[in-house]
């Protein structure tokens, strides 16, 4: 039996995808965990700890499952916990919208014979839709407590976190809610001769692959013994389990008539409209991001560039190296983090307002076919048109997909959107080479990424296979909301928080290393008059990568010297352009008149193209490799530099051709 021996009590929360786990989890411990109004938020186990009256709780927030045995890797974490874990009880938090859900994982957790509590979460939501539950007469048949929770509320927290403080009292429930019939002979012999749970028993039975290491001779023959009379055990469980939910539901929930959808969610799921309702906002997203994130960054340049930074340095530091240190160096990486940060936040703020009012379900719903078939996964959409603001958090966002497949192929296709900064070079350069063409650029570069996305899905998808299966085609529809004030700007402080202090101090790192390497070449310390001085700069060991790239560009008539800033441009595209007038020796504003001089029509739409995606920026870099690995992500951008490259040769013979036939 179990005893309370020592003063800590190690709790896990389960709960179908987007019951509220995580808010609930965050609610009882006051620590703040991520939670989004879709499934899939949590995606690896999150560990919190909290203490009252001298006995410490850790409690785990585990990924949400549908059951114990998972398709889905962040599920199949939550299924290995529950069924191999060490812990002392389980809270499991359904949700009250879905009656049939929270009973099918909760009727598998009960045979686990651990303490468990349901947490009827979601409350207020169901009795909106007019879905009630006889809590006494559930509780009664499950054997345990039944506590109805809002979680966002903190309404029915206050009882959970006593209960959880006696978890030695807590009840174990009623294991045999199933009756698996010709099935129970092999689960006893099971349970009787290895001590081991029913519920390990069941999954055993069903050859649920987390159990396979378990599986002694002894444990085969039973098996094989049981498959002789079932020969497909698994359908014939579920099967089992779904007849217990449904009689459960039909005697315990009641729901008021017909659920009515929503006059919006009709529209959304019209065949016509609903597509052409979600392109539109999709376009009104795109559009924002790029309308209001401009004024901000130029408010904020100019209050960097006000601050008297470098009259002060020049003042107080005698040091050529070490003035520069300070300002090529540090302020100028301070200054390239700040620059990103409305860029950051501004994204952020809007896909945190489609997750979290419930739209991006339905933004994605009526399209979801079209998607698949180019191989974007469903949600991907809305992360790739954030992305056109800003690479970075929307990469960030990727986090909350609920598949790990469906994440990491999202996070790798992000960046071959271009992003705002990527779009001031490709204008510049139509503004100056091709300017009757200018509506090419807002054409060329999105079709160019397309196939950059196409490509790499189709690529990825092959490798990815290992990680999972991406989510299944039909998904119910979350409320459509008001986001929540407190938890929403939670969540944008999050995303921009985590930008900040992960990719932040990494910037700022990578800049400085870079200006070492711009002011120093194999003959050593070259000095800070590199940076002013093109002949200098060329013996840079930057200027030396730089000009490595030349080779590769001149054929289709790109000067060396737009080779070089590109190669800045991996630290920050908005660099490129200050390099390219350094190295033209002109002002900015004259760049585009020494770029016309320089540079061919099929030339300046060869660049076009490259610029579209060579490279994501250093900060990208980091964000994405914090995603999908390092590995992944070097992968992922050699081959964007591949694909850049051919796509360039291809443009620039296309657009030759026509000039000639023209
Ligand atoms: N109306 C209402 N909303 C809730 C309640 N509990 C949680 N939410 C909201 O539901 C959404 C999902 O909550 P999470 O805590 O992320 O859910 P989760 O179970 O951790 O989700 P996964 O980790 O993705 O499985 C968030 O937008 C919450 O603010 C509740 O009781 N009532
Ligand atoms: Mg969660």
New binding site residues.
């Given amino acids: 039996m179990y005893s309370l021996r020592n003063k800590t009590i190690k709790v896990i929360v389960a ?10 989890v ?1 609610g009882l411990s006051g620590a703040f ?10 995606v690896s186990i999150n560990e919190v700890s909290y203490s009252v009256k001298g006995t410490r709780v850790i409690m785990k ?1 585990l ?2 499952t549908y059951s114990l045995k998972a398709d889905m890797i962040d599920e199949a974490v939550a299924a290995k916990e529950l069924l191999l874990g060490d812990y002392d009880a389980i809270i499991v ?1 359904g949700s009250a919208l879905s009656p049939e859900q929270t009973l099918y994982l909760l009727i598998q957790v009960l045979e686990l014979s651990k303490p468990t509590i349901l947490a009827l ?5 169901a009795m909106k839709k007019g879905i009630r539950y006889d809590i006494d007469g559930l509780e009664k048949v499950l054997g345990i407590h039944v506590i109805p ?5 903190g ?1 029915g927290l206050r009882d959970i976190k006593n209960m959880v403080l006696k978890a030695h009292e807590i009840e174990l429930g009623n294991a045999k809610l199933v009756n698996y019939d010709r099935l129970e002979k092999y689960i006893d012999a099971l349970v009787n001769n290895f001590k081991i749970s029913r519920g390990l028993a069941v999954e055993i039975l069903s050859g649920n692959p987390i159990t396979r290491d378990l599986i002694n001779d002894g444990i085969r023959q039973i098996i094989e013994n049981a498959r002789k009379e079932i020969p497909n055990i698994d359908n014939y469980v579920t099967e089992m389990r779904w007849k217990t939910v449904k009689l459960l539901v039909n005697k315990f929930v009641i729901k008021s008539a017909k659920v009515a959808i929503s006059k919006y969610d009709e529209l959304f799921l019209n065949p016509k409209y609903g597509p052409l309702l979600s392109l539109l906002i999709l376009f009104a997203i795109a559009e924002t991001i790029f309308l209001a994130l401009e004024p901000l960054v130029d408010l904020l340049s100019t209050a960097l560039g006000s601050l008297p930074v470098s009259s002060l340095v020049e003042y107080y530091v005698g040091n050529d190296i070490l003035r520069s240190l300070l300002l090529d160096g540090v302020w100028n990486g301070l200054a390239t983090l700040i620059d990103f940060i409305p860029y950051v936040f501004g994204v952020a703020f809007l896909i945190a307002f489609i997750e ?1 009012s419930g739209l991006i379900t339905r933004i994605s719903f009526p399209i979801e076919r079209w998607l698949r078939r180019i191989g974007i996964p469903s949600r991907g959409l809305i992360y790739l048109i954030a992305g056109s603001g800003c690479n970075i958090p929307a990469i960030t966002a990727t986090r ?1 997909m ?1 598949s790990t497949r469906d994440r990491v192929l999202t996070a790798l296709m992000i960046p071959y959107i271009p992003c705002t900064a990527r779009f001031v070079i490709i204008s510049l350069i139509a503004a100056a080479v091709i300017p009757h063409l200018m509506g090419l650029i807002v054409v060329l570069p999105y079709a160019v990424a397309l196939i950059g996305v196409i490509m790499i899905s189709n690529t990825a998808k092959i490798r990815l296979r290992f990680i999972g299966k991406g989510v299944p085609y039909a998904y119910e529809l ?2 459509l ?1 008001i ?2 004030y407190k ?1 929403f700007i939670k969540k944008v402080w999050y995303y921009t928080y985590e930008f900040i202090l992960r990719a932040g101090v990494l910037i700022i790192v990578f800049i400085i290393v870079m200006w070492l390497l711009s002011i120093t070449g194999p003959s050593g310390i070259i000095g800070p008059s590199a940076l002013k001085n093109p002949v200098l700069l060329k013996r840079t060991w930057l200027g030396i990568v730089g000009s490595a790239m030349s080779p590769l560009l001149s054929p289709i008539g790109i000067p060396w010297q737009v080779s070089a800033s590109l190669v800045y441009g991996y630290i920050f595209k908005e660099v490129v352009l200050s390099t390219l007038a350094l190295l033209y020796g002109v002002e900015e504003g004259g760049l585009a008149y020494a770029i016309k001089s320089f540079i061919t029509l099929p030339s300046a739409v060869a660049l076009i193209v490259f610029v579209t995606f060579y490279s994501p920026c250093i900060a990208t870099f980091i964000t994405e490799s914090r995603i999908v690995g390092v590995k992944l992500t070097i992968i992922n951008t050699i081959l964007q530099f591949i694909l850049a490259l051919t796509l360039a040769y291809i443009a620039y013979y296309l657009a030759l051709f026509m000039v000639i036939a023209l």
């Fill in positions: 709960g179908v995808p987007n019951s509220g786990k995580s808010t609930l965050g965990i991520r939670t989004a109004n879709y499934p899939g938020t949590t927030d990924p949400g938090v979460n979601m409350m207020d939501l929770t809002v979680a966002v509320k309404y979290d909350a609920p979350p409320p909301t986001p929540l938890s």
